[in-house]
């Protein structure tokens, strides 16, 4: 981890992305460095591919990615993993909350073990970074982004848990961006159809095809949709806090 520099307007701005090794958040990483972001590429198990993805952006422009890892269930470590960030390139001026755990839980079937997971990852673990962040965000009139889920607002049958969680995230959203006015922006995204769930158990081919015909635009988006949405919200929308931005071509309007 580098020496931290001196905090002057000169210097890129730096975004803390969770989850930030794989899948869409490394899209994320990768449109912020592309936007001229310094980017910390927060993973927990995904140790050996957030390094690639550093080294993939390091190479590009040097001394611009750094990574942290850390488990975002063990809540004493959160702040230490902000504090961390934060000396990676002697400044934070961003944050999104992108590391998500995503599986059905029936009622019925819902147990601690699941409510501590889902919970933890989908709304804990966002609220006590984003309280950690806070001071470093003041001082470099930053903002936030979470990524939330359409479901917040529209429950998704057999996910109990987790709708709960992301609904609790959209309000946080808006909780914060009241809390850390006017220094700090707080807003968040919310998918759609973008990437299937690993392995994909919970969607068979029909349920992908009959959840395509259902959205407006007719065909499923990409991560960089999702990441040209986060660029927006922390860089190019300075009048803009305390929304949830669908991101879903359309889809919500339908459920």
Not at 46 to 53: I, T
Not at 167 to 195: F, Q
Request: glycine fraction near 10%.
């Amino acid at each position: 981890m580098r020496r931290p520099g001196i905090l002057t307007q000169m210097q890129p701005r730096s975004i803390l992305v969770t989850g930030g090794a794989r899948r869409i958040g490394a899209e994320i990483c990768r449109v912020l460095h592309g936007a001229g972001c310094n980017v910390v590429v927060h993973c927990n198990r995904s140790l050996a591919e957030a390094d690639q993805l550093a080294a993939e952006l390091n190479a590009e422009r040097a001394d611009s990615v750094d990574v942290v890892q850390g488990d975002l269930h063990d809540a004493g470590d959160l702040a230490a993993l902000v504090e961390r960030a934060a000396r990676c390139f002697g400044r934070l001026d961003g944050l999104v909350n992108n590391a998500s755990t995503f599986y059905p839980t029936g009622l019925g079937a819902i147990n601690e073990t699941s409510w501590d997971d889902l919970v933890g990852t989908n709304l804990k673990a966002p609220l006590f970074l984003a309280q950690a962040a806070a001071p470093h965000l003041v001082k470099t009139r930053g903002a936030i982004v979470n990524i939330v889920d359409i479901h917040a607002e529209r429950p998704l049958r057999n996910f109990v848990v987790y709708t709960v969680a992301k609904a609790g995230l959209a309000g946080l959203t808006r909780s914060l961006a009241l809390e850390l006015a006017p220094a700090v922006r707080v807003n968040g995204v919310s998918p759609g159809a973008i990437l299937w769930p690993e392995g994909g158990e919970q969607y068979s081919k029909e349920e992908r095809g009959r959840i395509v015909r259902q959205t407006p635009l007719q065909r499923e988006g990409t991560p960089g949709d999702i990441a040209g949405a986060v660029k927006y919200l922390l860089l190019d929308a300075p009048y803009v806090t305390g929304q949830v931005i669908s991101v879903d071509g359309g889809r919500e309007i339908t459920l």
